[in-house]
């Protein structure tokens, strides 16, 4: 009998691209999404499959799944910025009440348990790159601290069951990713680069663009995922990939590739805005055998391949990340 795993946040970008993985390894895949930040685009091909069932739900609500369940993947969560910063309350709520529920589930189903941890559990910081045994540096009161103190709460609620209850548990630290299915007006910088230069507007550089990041194009991670479950590594472990380039090169890559003539203005730089982030990935490398293999030059042309088949309509409809 194929093993059962439920995905939740399935019709968002990551959890979209998960489903699909697992759909292919031969497993049950069970999808559950509120839609709060997703869309059903990203899953509907998913829909004529008998091995895929779906469900409106908002885990932070208690979840009821009927039948035997193998793994639990919790990735349901506002994940940019705009939308965390939108909807601050339903952020805290499903990392903390969210993840209680589905940890009651895993105790009863005797599902091993993953969560989607972030980066921004290291705030802005100190140490760099990132290693794991890095505790971070976060403003417990700031605007980004609904997103990042439920994702360290979500943490502790893990390892607490883990201890307490003996459940096996897995967090993921995923670092900044990228790909098709992310949306247009999600506010994260590589969508709205690329929006801007595909409606002829100028590309919006927050701060001075010396800040850093390390985008990890979303085939990669999902592998790193995959390999994460299966191990039996209970301790946090990074995933991304460590080339890391400033804000302002990266407007220049995003100019190059488009061939957009417009140019860059600054805006202010949001509070709290880390100023640089490269992930450690040594232990990924050794427990999981696993490091990234897709460049940025070539996840960045096949991102940009699927944004340009969006219609003018679409594009104007995702201007100044005003939607949902
Ligand atoms: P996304 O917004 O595309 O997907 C999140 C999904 O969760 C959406 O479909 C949304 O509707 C759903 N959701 C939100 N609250 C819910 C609730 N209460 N009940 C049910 N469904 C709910 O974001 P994403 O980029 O795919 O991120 C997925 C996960 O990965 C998040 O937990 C995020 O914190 C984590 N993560 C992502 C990145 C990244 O670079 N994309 C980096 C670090 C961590
Ligand atoms: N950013 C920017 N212009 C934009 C959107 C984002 O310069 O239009 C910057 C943002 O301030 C941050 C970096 O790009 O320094 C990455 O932002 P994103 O929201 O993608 O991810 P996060 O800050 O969560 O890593």
Known sequence: MSKRVLITGAAGFLGSHLCDRFIAEGYRVVGMDNLITGDLKNIEH?????????????VSNFVHVSGKLDYILHFASPASPIDYLKIPIQTLKVGSLGTHNLLGLAKEKKARFLIASTSEVYGDPTVHPQT????????PVGPRSVYDEAKRFQEAITMAYHTFHGIETRIVRIFNT??????????????????????????TIFGDGSQTRAFCYVDDLVEGIYRLLLSDCVDPVNIGNPDEITIRDFAEEIIKLTGTSQKIIYHPLPQDDPKQRQPDISKARKLLDWSPKISRQDGLKITYGYFKNFTKEELEATKNNKEF
């Open 46 to 58: 998913l829909f004529p499959l008998e091995n895929f069932e779906f469900y409106n739900h908002d």
């Open 132 to 139: 794991e045994d890095y505790w971070g540096n976060v403003n």
């Open 178 to 203: 990228y790909g098709p299915r992310m949306r247009l007006n999600d506010g994260r910088v590589l969508p709205a680069f690329i929006g801007q230069a595909l409606r002829g507007e100028d590309l």
